[in-house]
């Protein structure tokens, strides 16, 4: 795949709109990308309505959620997106409009495989070049994503490119226990205009909810070093990646998403409305079981429940059952944590009425900064919807040996190596021992905490685990095939 020349071929364009479709002749047109061309029903930039072809600026989503950045610092200079209708079988181009210069980019736009965080999902892709124009074999409703490698770091990953996603949205949050809701579709292609609508979702007042893609939350662009990734939800304003939408009042919902063809940012494109239909009961919570949830939690942990409650994040401590004062419930006992993050959810499985909390009873996850025993109280005063997250204590605890053995995945062919570090300190690259089908490491003394990631080969480029935190012993691990940094599985140690 040929990635993008550094130079290229620069065409010059008024930026004066020529009155077409009745345009002032003094509008002008903002610098940035467009998508432009027959496929979006506007042929040029000099067309009527051509404006409401500018794209957003590129967000990506991994410096928010993982760099713990703001929506405006998470802009990624070069990366651009949009949605909106294609036709297909007609080009279009993107064009990169500066002063009075434009840039056009296309390329051989294939059908692909894309990364998201709930699996592969079917697309179309390039690599971008000067000069061309692209075509969708499909009409529907698409986010294009696009990124001239402006950064320079998406060289092993095809270097400037285009994804062309379908877009299918749904609801997500307190009303499915953060499930997916996939909205009815009515949409109107020729005039860019769509309607998603989800009836009878269940709201208790103050829970929260989101707009998401079926594909999930994110879409990777690099999909093997997971550097950069878009959102594929929005949230409140319209943002991607943005806050979640609270709900006020307890009630039965009719959510509608709207889509109208607008320039720029996606509060100019989308809004949405939230109509209450029917009354609902205060929640009974008796017999509610919440879990702690999250890598603070682990295997050697008094409690442990290695199911997992059906979440896939970490795993879990039961709480039990609250204990029931009028409207209000409490949850309250003493658990062993390790470092990390962690919050209170109820069991999957068991979604109505769903409690979900963080810190301080709100959304950001809860912090636990060594190993020790912890008192949690957790509360929901039902009537209102009202949580608090107490976390008390923190017993550090004792040093020890611990010993981590893996199994290696089919298409790890290097010897592997490890990088280690006892929480708070510094890493270093460690030699593994090979026992059969395990590769052991040992840590040469105590430690209260180890974190560990396996590395295929003894460098970061063939691969590697996500970070791996564990107070024990010995546990054992497989370690998963997939793309980008490999989970990893808790297995038995025979």
């Known amino acids: 795949m040929c990635a993008l020349a550094a130079v290229g071929m ?18 002008i047109m903002p610098d940035g990308m467009y998508v432009v061309g027959p496929a979006t029903g506007i042929n040029a930039l000099t067309d009527a309505n051509a404006i409401n072809l500018l794209t957003a600026q590129g967000v990506n989503e991994k410096l928010m959620d993982q760099d713990k950045k703001t929506w405006e610092e998470a802009h990624r200079a070069g990366m651009y997106e949009k949605y909106l209708f294609l036709n297909a079988n007609q080009d279009f181009s993107l064009v990169l409009l500066d002063g009075t210069d434009e840039t ?4 051989d736009l294939q059908e692909a495989t894309l990364v998201a965080d709930k699996g592969d999902v079917a697309g179309y892709w390039c690599a971008l070049e000067i000069g061309k124009k692209m075509q969708v074999p499909v009409t529907g409703f698409y986010h294009v994503i696009m990124d001239v490698n402006k ?23 307190g009303c499915n226990g953060w499930g997916f809701d996939k909205a009815e579709l009515v949409a109107d292609p020729a005039s860019q205009t769509a309607t998603w609508t989800v009836t009878n979702a269940k709201f208790m007042a103050n829970q929260e909810f989101k707009f998401k893609d079926e594909m999930g939350w994110k879409i990777w662009l690099d999909g093997e070093t997971q550097q950069v990734s878009a959102n594929t939800n929005l949230g409140k304003d319209m943002r991607q990646g943005g806050d979640n939408i609270v709900v006020a009042e307890n009630g039965i919902y009719t959510v509608t998403l709207t889509f109208k063809l607008g320039k720029g940012d996606f509060v100019n494109s989308y809004a949405f409305n939230l109509t209450k239909t029917a009354d609902v009961e205060v929640a009974d919570y008796s017999n509610s079981e919440l879990v702690v949830v999250g890598d603070a939690v682990n295997s050697d942990t008094p409690d442990f429940d290695g199911n997992n409650g059906g979440w896939s994040w970490g795993n879990i401590i039961s709480l039990g059952l609250p204990e029931k004062n009028g409207n209000l419930y409490t949850w309250k006992k003493t658990v062993s944590l390790v470092a990390g993050g962690c919050k209170i959810r109820s069991i999957k499985t068991t979604d109505d009425p769903y409690y979900e909390a963080g810190a301080n009873g709100g959304n950001d996850n809860i912090t636990i900064t060594e190993a020790g025993d912890y008192v949690i109280t957790a509360t929901i005063d039902a009537a209102t919807n009202t949580k608090t997250v107490k976390v ?10 611990m010993t981590v053995k893996a199994k290696l995945p089919a298409d790890w062919t290097n010897t592997p190596t490890a990088w280690v570090w006892p929480t708070g300190g510094d890493g270093s690259a460690a030699a593994l021992t090979q026992q059969g089908d395990w590769w052991v490491y040992t840590t040469p003394e105590p430690v209260a905490e180890l974190n560990i990631i396996f ?16 107070r024990a012993e010995l546990i054992c691990y497989q370690i998963m095939e997939g793309e980008g940094n490999r989970n990893v599985t808790q297995i038995d140690c025979e």
């Not at 996603?165 to 749904?170: C, D, E, F, I, L």
């Not at 204590?393 to 040996?401: F, H, K, S, V």
Request: with cysteine; proline share 6%.
């Open 455 to 470: 590395r295929n080969g003894d460098g970061w480029d063939n691969g590697q685990t996500v970070d791996i935190s564990l």
């Open 104 to 107: 056009i980019y296309g390329g």
């Open 151 to 173: 950064e320079g770091d998406l060289d092993a990953a095809g270097g400037a490119q285009i994804i062309v996603a379908p877009v299918a949205w749904g609801i997500s949050g």
């Open 10 to 27: 620069m065409f010059t364009a008024c930026k004066k709109n020529d009155n077409k479709g009745g345009f002032n002749p003094e509008d």
């Open 392 to 401: 008390e204590g923190g017993t550090p605890a004792e040093p020890i040996m």
